[in-house]
C-alpha cells in the first residue's frame, strides 16, 4: 500500500514570484509569475512572450486582437529574490516536519 501520494512535479518558481528571464526574445525582462502550468513545466510571466491573439466578438468583449503574454518554460527564467535582488537558483530543504522550503543560494533567505 502506498501511505504517500507521489508529489506532483512542483515547479520551483510559483505565482507571484519576480523572475528574470534568462532566454529568448525576452531575455533580461522581468516580471512576475501571473501563471503556473507545473504539468507542462511553464509559466506565464506578465508583460512577456507577448503573443497576438485574434478574438471573434463575445459577450465578454468585442473581440479583435488581444496581446497575451503566453507560457514559457520554467527553465528559462530565474527567481529574483525578494531579499538580495539577485537572479538565483532556488534551492530546496525539507524542515524537521518533512515540509519543502524554497530559499535563496546566495543568501539563504528561504521563502514559503
Ligand atoms: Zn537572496
Keep these: 500500500m502506498k501511505n504517500k501520494l507521489v508529489e506532483k512535479s512542483k515547479l520551483s518558481v510559483i505565482k507571484g514570484d519576480n523572475v528574470l ?4 526574445k525576452d531575455k533580461g525582462k522581468q516580471g ?16 512577456a512572450n507577448i503573443v ?8 465578454k468583449g468585442r473581440g ?21 535582488k539577485k537572479p538565483t537558483r532556488v534551492k530546496h530543504k525539507i524542515d524537521s ?15 514559503d
Excluded: W
Design 52 to 59: 497576438t491573439r485574434h478574438t471573434k466578438p463575445s459577450a
Design 97 to 111: 516536519e518533512g515540509n519543502k522550503h524554497r530559499y535563496c543560494s546566495h543568501c539563504n533567505e528561504v521563502f
Design 32 to 47: 512576475k509569475i501571473i501563471k503556473s502550468i507545473p504539468d507542462k513545466k511553464m509559466v506565464v510571466v506578465e508583460g
Design 21 to 24: 528571464i534568462i532566454s529568448g
Design 64 to 84: 479583435g486582437i488581444q496581446k497575451i503574454p503566453a507560457p514559457l518554460f520554467v527553465s528559462k527564467v530565474m527567481l529574483i529574490c525578494p531579499k538580495c
